[in-house]
């Protein structure tokens, strides 16, 4: 009912007023739950055809909620709102599970993101230094865990991945990890940035 149903498609409030349309634009997360529930197909607001088969309301409930309970904050977006969704339906179900990739159709069908998971690297934690100060330099090398989210095929043994990072807003630290051995769904890697002599982050 002149609610958007896509993310800033038809109906989408812009200005000041209800900071910004908080309150009409959650049409868009309504209209993703509905779908990840009941499933449906068509074209939404991008002209983006999509299909949903649509998990049942209680699967859908748990996704939802575990979202909303551990992964978002006040200050969440959509971006945010997808990729918490897609984490709760992995702790749930399982890496490559059917549940999540409904989810990320369910998104996809409203505007948000891509329709597929993608076969990335998703930093779990960073394990070193194990206590984090101000001030961080090139003696202290940044080391952190990866999991790989590829649901289609392995990742190949020699695979080459650009990787880097900044802290706040210092230079960036560029690196590149070669694959030892291959990485199929949901495999963990561990890495050591190898930084140069002259990298020092702002405290």
């Known amino acids: 009912d002149q609610n958007p149903d896509t993310y800033k498609g ?3 409030a812009t200005g000041s007023a209800d900071n910004g349309g908080v ?5 868009v997360q309504n209209h993703w739950f509905f779908l990840l529930s009941d499933g449906g197909n068509g074209k939404n607001d991008k002209n ?10 209680d699967m859908a409930a748990a996704i939802a909620f575990r979202s909303l309970r551990y992964y978002l904050v006040e200050t969440s977006n959509y971006s945010d ?3 918490g969704s897609i984490q709760a339906a992995e702790d ?12 990320a159709k369910a998104w996809y069908a409203v505007g948000v993101g891509p329709e597929e998971i993608g076969s990335d690297l998703r930093m779990l934690q960073i394990t070193g230094p194990s206590t984090f100060v101000c001030g961080l330099s090139d003696s202290e090398p940044i080391s952190v865990q990866f999991r790989y989210n590829g649901c289609t095929g392995e990742l190949q043994a ?3 991945i650009p990787l880097s990072y900044q802290i706040d807003g210092g230079t ?3 690196d590149t990890l070669t694959l030892n051995t291959a990485l199929a769904a949901g495999d963990t890697v561990n890495y050591t940035f190898s930084l140069p002599t002259d990298v020092f982050a702002k405290p």
Not at 48 to 57: E, K, P, Q, R, Y
Not at 94 to 102: H, K, Q, R
């Open 23 to 27: 309150h009409t634009n959650s049409g």
């Open 48 to 57: 983006d055809t999509f299909s949903v088969a649509g998990l049942g309301i």
């Open 172 to 174: 960036t630290v560029l």
């Open 158 to 160: 020699g695979s080459q």
């Open 10 to 12: 038809q109906f989408w």
């Open 81 to 83: 709102a997808r990729l």
């Open 92 to 103: 749930l179900y399982g890496i490559c599970s059917t549940p999540v990739t409904e989810t």
